[in-house]
């Protein structure tokens, strides 16, 4: 606040309070300082040190903008210096643009610099003004990344593939603090930063991987892309400054639809899933073919959402729905009924998964005992030694603890798990999936846990996993493993927050299911 790095409410902006901006700094922090501890990983070469120079240098001038808010002029000047970075030393040049060009014909050198020049500086800016709603930039900037990543491993193009996953892993902890209401904003220096980044990265993927499309970043970037074309075309139709913000992006318009804020997010974070999906589908499909989908796909929702918007149409919600099921609903929450109900069941089915979870591997390595015996005992001292840290303590006991046991639970289960006690399993958490939903909607907790835009990427990804054309991700069944975790963090995490400060209950079964844990490792020694 005393920098005064935040982002003040006005007619334009849809939060009602000051919010600190600073995310971006953060994540630039959180993803860009570790990879350069990879060495044995990346090979790093002028282009990744190049990649380097332009970043922080996009970070320093969105740090300026967001202390100072610099002339527009000047953060173009940050920008392009950034690029030429990249473009100059770097070697990054737009050539190929495949069959959209007579074969073997390449674009000249001045042309080409101009085309890269004017897609990175485009794209940085796309994302940067698509940062309107709280987590929407950083949303489907995530989604390109984990797609970007993913074509990188699937193309050996290790250091793409490791910035991609830096990027993500960074954005996957920002999110939970940007989803609406969120608590902190990227700033320019964040939403610079991953548009930056974005489009660099598929650039240099699809301009040196053959057999992919040169025409790929079009479906993983196109649509901020598009949304900034629309708004500019519009100001100037209108004769208003091209750079003055205003409520005219999609996600504005989606919004004078009548969708809440947290709908505006979401099904814009769907329309990206199913472009991200295709750039994965399409990927050695011609150009024509990839831009006359991205084309009839964007377009018809562009133009349907810009008609309704133009004959006033607004989102009628059932009013027999909200007559009937609202008010039933509201009378069962008023007196918590349900909530009671949904609640111990789901704590009750927690415990019982978690476990039946931590005897169900056919056998736990010995090295896995000392780490259960450690988190075991910080957990027990949490309880009367470090109280304010109980909450911290328990969710890092957790991170080992819930992953290592959905590895476990798809990789080498016990001889006496059946095909009907497995059956049973899987039951249990269908049911703790639901037990979720109600009790996080039924919840009278102003500061419980609430369902974000961001669960439906969790969601998204978990889902797609399972049908990735990898042999070792289909051999050990990733996908049912991802969704399994997810579920168990996902229920300990609406059990932390429904306890509030009385976390000994959670505490005693992470602490239990860690103290098994670790006895059956040693027994391991002994067999």
Known sequence: MKAHVVDEPNERKVHTKPVPRVGGIAFAFGSLIPILFLQNYIHMD????SLMIGAWIIVLFGFLDDIKNLDYRIKFSGQLLASLVVILNGGLVVTDLGTLLPEGFSLPGP??????????????????????LDGLAGGISLLSFVCIGYLSYLSGASCIAFLSAAMAGGLFGFLRFNTFPATIFMGDAGSQLIGFLAVILSLKLTQENMPLSPMLPLLLLGFPVLDTLTVMISRKINGKPLFKADKNHFHHKLMTL?????????????????????????RFYSEGA??????????SIFIGVIWANKKGYQLKRPGIFDRV????????????????????????????????????????????????????????????????????ILRISLYFLIPYLGYMDETGTAEWMTEHLTWIHNLLYIIMALLIVFTIKLTRRSKGFKVTPMDFIILFTAFVIPNLPDVHIRNNDMGMMAIKIILLFFSFEVWICEQREKLVKPVFTAALSLLILGIRGLVQLFN
């Open 46 to 49: 002028r282009f990744f040190w």
């Open 111 to 132: 042309a080409a610099l101009i085309l890269t020049l004017v897609t990175i500086i485009g794209v940085t800016n796309a994302i940067n003004l698509a940062d309107g």
């Open 258 to 282: 009548g969708l809440y804020h947290k709908e505006a997010v979401f099904l814009i974070y769907m329309i990206q899933a199913v472009l991200v999906t295709f750039a994965f589908l399409l």
């Open 290 to 299: 990839i831009l006359s989908f991205y084309i009839l796909f964007t377009f």
């Open 325 to 392: 099921v609202k008010q039933r609903l509201r009378i069962f929450r008023e007196e918590n009924t349900l909530i009671k109900i949904s609640y111990k069941a789901l704590v009750i089915m927690l415990i019982l998964t978690l476990l039946l979870n931590v005897i169900l591997p056919r056998e736990i390595p010995l090295w896995v005992s000392p780490f259960a015996f450690l988190f075991a005992l910080l957990l027990f001292m949490s309880s009367g030694i470090f109280k304010k840290c109980t909450a911290g």
